[in-house]
């Protein structure tokens, strides 16, 4: 069963950094392209990023809202996900989810970053 | 940028009763290779989203053959044939063939 579980989120007052990471298990993960996605409360869902495998050079892609001050990274060692959050403004706060390609409709539970003053 | 577009946003469904829900994009969402990556997800109250439907038409593995998808080009529909109570929740359709990952706005289905 493939399981992808996000760390514990928190509170991070505006203009401030926090970083999540997503554990993944079930799948070959070095060869998983995977993306963050989140959620305002109440609101939609917003594709944020992605990371491809090292195969395809590990190549990372921003959404506007958030390239510049968000960076994906990953640990294959750890078969862990990272997303490292600068310069953060109230309008980030969501819910970020961690999730595979698509096709394959797996994502995490999710965990809720506040940032607010 | 691509825009997906939902009616309704809201849904309210008698048990039993059929339910439908249309998204719209803003360009043509059939590639090159003949694909179209039009995705249906469901996001239940208080979980992640979960793939109901790939490539328009495709049930995911393990859902309920009462949800189909369908369409082409620009207009594509999920329908629920008899809904059920455990279908209440905010329906989404996503393109994913490009960067971003566009979602519609959600329908809220609400079952009676």
């Known amino acids: 069963e493939v399981q992808l579980v996000e760390s514990e989120g928190g509170l991070v007052k505006p203009g401030g950094s926090f970083r999540l990471s997503c554990e993944v298990s079930?799948?070959?993960?070095?060869?998983?392209?995977l993306n963050w996605v989140r959620q305002p409360p109440g609101k939609g869902l917003e594709w944020i990023g992605r990371i491809k495998s090292k195969a395809y050079g590990e190549t990372k892609d921003y959404s506007v809202p958030v390239k510049g001050r968000f960076t994906i990274s990953r640990d294959d060692s750890k078969n862990t996900l990272y997303l490292q959050m600068n310069s953060l403004k109230t309008e980030d706060t969501a819910v970020y989810y961690c999730?595979?390609?698509?096709?394959?409709?797996?994502w995490g539970r999710g965990t809720l970053v506040t940032v607010s003053s | 940028d691509l825009v997906m577009t939902q009616t309704p946003l809201s849904l309210s469904v008698t048990p039993g009763q059929p339910a439908s829900i249309s998204c719209t994009s803003s360009q043509s969402l059939l590639q090159s290779d003949g694909m179209t990556y039009l995705y249906w997800y469901v996001q239940k109250p208080g979980q992640s989203p979960q793939l109901l439907i790939y490539?328009?038409?495709s049930r995911f593995s393990g859902v309920p053959d009462r949800f189909s998808g369908s369409g082409s080009g620009t207009e594509f529909t999920l329908k629920i044939s008899r809904v059920e109570a455990e279908d209440v929740g905010v329906y989404y359709c996503v393109e994913g063939t490009h960067l971003p990952w566009t979602f519609g706005q959600g329908t809220k289905v609400e079952v009676k």
């Open positions: 079930g799948l070959i993960f070095s060869g998983a392209w």
């Open positions: 999730a595979t390609d698509l096709r394959w409709g797996h």
């Open positions: 490539e328009v038409s």
